[in-house]
Nanobody
Framework: QVQLVESGGGLVQAGGSLRLSCAAS????????MGWFRQAPGKEREFVTA????????YYADSVKGRFTISRDNAKNTLYLQMNSLKPEDTAVYYC??????????????????????WGQGTQVTVSS
């Protein structure tokens, strides 16, 4: 069982930066594959980025590649999302998620919401133009 709590969201001007955190509790965090997703009003939840349990494998959506960086600190049970050069279209509720799937399956399906077993409550990110 893994419980996830996001923080760090807020209001920022275009071009600015934010760092989101996702605090995890439970015994399985260090083994879990983690992801960040986002959902804008009226839109479906979409993949942003994901990371394997050691942090050696990462994936990014094309829309955030080069601007966002995912990382994790297993000693602190915390997942991070550094967001730079923010754009108004990045405005959304951001969710962290954890998957128990084996690496092989996860690496083929990391972008799919239905393979993640645990979700946080989300944190709002608003980017003004």
């Amino acid at each position: 069982q893994v419980q996830l709590v996001e923080s760090g969201g807020g209001l920022v001007q275009a071009g600015g930066s934010l760092r989101l955190s996702c605090a995890a509790s439970g015994r399985s965090f260090s083994d879990a594959k983690m992801g960040w997703f986002r959902q804008a009003p009226g839109k479906e939840r979409e993949f942003v980025t994901a990371i394997d349990w050691r942090g050696g494998t990462t994936y990014y959506a094309d829309s955030v590649k080069g601007r966002f960086t995912i990382s994790r600190d297993n000693a602190k049970n915390t997942l991070y999302l550094q967001m730079n050069s923010l754009k108004p279209e990045d405005t959304a509720v951001y969710y962290c998620a954890a998957a128990r799937e084996n690496f092989s399956y996860w690496s083929r399906n990391y972008y799919a919401t239905n393979i993640y077993d645990y979700w946080g409550q989300g944190t709002q990110v608003t980017v003004s133009s």
